[in-house]
């Protein structure tokens, strides 16, 4: 099993910044992309980056030009930085790490709040 731990989240204005960090443990070998979802209130729970081992990354476009994922292969952690938040940012924010058995796994941490104030 992976487990994976979020930190970094609060309560923040809008036009503020904030820095989501998560660290995976476990069975870490394997782990090709990591990411980050996050899921509003009635909403369905949607991508919002993901970086692959080798450092690819792909942002929804909501996020693009605002937000930063990067990725620590050596420490296994990965972050997103989140610039110029938007009411509409606010959400949990999840932590995704995806391994390849043929079909792919999902592993998720227990996510953290994210809210930006008008």
């Known amino acids: 099993q992976v487990q994976l731990v979020e930190s970094g989240g609060g309560l923040v204005q809008a036009g503020g910044s904030l820095r989501l960090s998560c660290a995976a443990s476990g069975r870490i070998i394997g782990i090709n992309t990591m990411a980050w979802y996050r899921q509003a209130p009635g909403k369905q729970r949607e991508l919002v980056a993901a970086?692959?081992?080798?450092?690819?990354?792909n942002y929804a476009d909501s996020v693009k030009g605002r937000f930063t994922i990067s990725r620590d292969n050596a420490k296994n952690t990965v972050q997103l930085q989140m610039n110029s938040l938007k009411p509409e940012d606010t959400a949990v924010y999840y932590c995704n790490a995806q391994k390849w058995f043929g079909v792919r796994v999902d592993y998720w941490g227990q996510g953290t709040q994210v809210t930006v104030s008008s």
């Open positions: 970086i692959t081992s080798n450092g690819n990354t």
